[in-house]
């Protein structure tokens, strides 16, 4: 039986977690579409709309090709919600807006979309595709932090809650190790 649930923990798991992926983003690309602006002239992106427990992007870490391409981005980061893709917390940011668009994701099991978070490096880029378009954030680094240490999710991460950001962030997280 240990045997059986190691397995399904480690394998199956990720098995589900790759039909959700393909699923949801066969659903978004296909929701979206592209529409040229009528005048020709390029816009701003509308703010992306999104939806507790629904997705509303697709993320894609280039040095992370094998685990983080193309993946869900869903409202709200409940464990159910983690099992289909990456999570935004609610009280953040989203994509392009002033702030901190914060993202969490799995590191071991559904898909470890963040499996090798550890690799990436300063300079690294993390680009989140909507229905508005795509935001390329760049990474300036990487921090291991203990559980409870929710700075990261502040508006402009290691400075005191208050400061009013002035740019656009991201920061995507994994539990360690």
Do not use: M
Request: include cysteine.
């Amino acid at each position: 039986l240990i045997l059986l649930f190691v397995g399904w923990q480690l394998w199956w798991t990720d098995v589900i977690a790759e039909r959700a992926y393909d699923q949801t983003r066969a659903q978004l690309t296909q929701e979206w579409g592209v529409v040229a602006p009528e005048d020709g002239k390029l816009q701003l992106p509308p703010p992306v709309q999104a939806t507790y427990g629904k997705p509303f992007g697709l993320l894609y870490v280039p040095a992370l090709p094998d685990s983080a391409w193309g993946v869900p981005i869903i409202q709200g980061t409940d464990l159910s919600l983690l099992q289909n893709g990456v999570g935004h917390h609610a009280n953040s940011a989203l994509p392009g807006q002033v702030g901190n668009f914060a993202v969490a994701g799995h590191r071991t099991t559904y898909a470890a979309p963040f499996g090798d978070i550890q690799d990436l490096a300063q300079g690294d880029e993390v680009i989140v595709e909507t229905k508005h378009g795509w935001y390329i954030y760049e990474l300036d680094e990487s921090v291991i932090i203990d559980a409870w240490e929710g700075w990261v999710l502040d508006p402009v991460p290691g400075k005191p809650r208050d400061t009013i950001p002035t740019q656009a962030l991201i920061t995507i997280y994994a539990c360690h190790p």
